[in-house]
């Protein structure tokens, strides 16, 4: 079983910034692509950016320029540095890892954490 365990989120104010984490565990696995999705009250979930194993990213519009993610193979942990925070950015923020485990393919999501940009 893979897990995944995210970290960071709260509360900022307008134009602040954030940093969020994800590490995923787990025993004979191997990630193929990590990704941040958010879900706001009443929407549906989006994508917001990802990374592939070779480093390349891609990113929601409505984040680019702002929104930076990266990942550390070596930890199997990626991050979302989030910075000029709006406040249509509040919302819960999952981490997403697709790949192998045990030779089969995975999708895993965390538990999710938000969010809350004040204006």
């Known amino acids: 079983q893979v897990q995944l365990v995210e970290s960071g989120g709260g509360l900022v104010q307008a134009g602040g910034s954030l940093r969020l984490s994800c590490a995923v565990s787990?025993?004979?696995?191997?990630?193929?692509?990590m990704g941040w999705y958010r879900q706001a009250p009443g929407k549906q979930r989006e994508l917001v950016a990802d990374?592939?194993?070779?480093?390349?990213?891609n990113y929601a519009d409505s984040v680019k320029g702002r929104f930076t993610i990266s990942r550390d193979n070596a930890k199997n942990t990626v991050y979302l540095q989030m910075n000029s925070l709006k406040p249509e950015d509040t919302a819960v923020y999952y981490c997403?890892?697709?790949?192998?485990?045990?030779?089969?393919?995975?999708?895993?999501w965390g538990q999710g954490t938000q969010v809350t940009v004040s204006s």
């Open positions: 787990g025993r004979s696995f191997s990630i193929n692509a």
């Open positions: 997403n890892a697709v790949g192998l485990l045990r030779g089969r393919d995975f999708h895993s």
């Open positions: 990374i592939r194993s070779a480093g390349n990213t």
